[in-house]
């Protein structure tokens, strides 16, 4: 079965930085694209960053756009999302997905940036 399991997340404060990864299995991780997306309460499903299955082209939300890093590590069937520059607006459940070609969604990770 697919499984993606995220971990990383936490309390930070405004300005600060959190690295959050996401470990897959079930499905051979180097032939497909990843993607983040984030979900806050009452507020929907938002997609943060993009990546091709070699790593070479990476696509963001003008939202996290300069202050956001997708990355992979395709031997440790693991992508990453580093998160810099945090603010109030970025606090919500990080979750990471593959599409292959339906949807598949990891139990999440909560962010939360607050002084």
């Known amino acids: 079965q697919v499984q993606l399991v995220e971990s990383g997340g936490g309390l930070v404060q405004p300005g600060g930085s959190l690295r959050l990864s996401c470990v897959a299995s079930?499905?051979?991780?180097?032939?497909?694209?990843m993607r983040w997306y984030r979900q806050a309460p009452g507020k929907e499903r938002e997609l943060v960053a993009t990546?091709?299955?070699?790593?070479?082209?990476?696509n963001y939300a003008d939202s996290v756009k300069g202050r956001f890093t997708i990355s992979r590590d395709n031997a440790k069937n693991t992508v990453y999302l580093q998160m810099n520059y945090l603010k109030p607006e970025d606090t919500a459940v990080y979750y990471c997905?593959?599409?292959?070609?339906?949807?598949?969604w990891g139990q999440g990770t909560q962010v939360t940036v607050s002084s």
């Open positions: 990546i091709t299955s070699a790593g070479s082209i990476t």
């Open positions: 079930g499905f051979t991780f180097s032939r497909y694209a």
């Open positions: 997905n593959v599409f292959r070609p339906s949807d598949y």
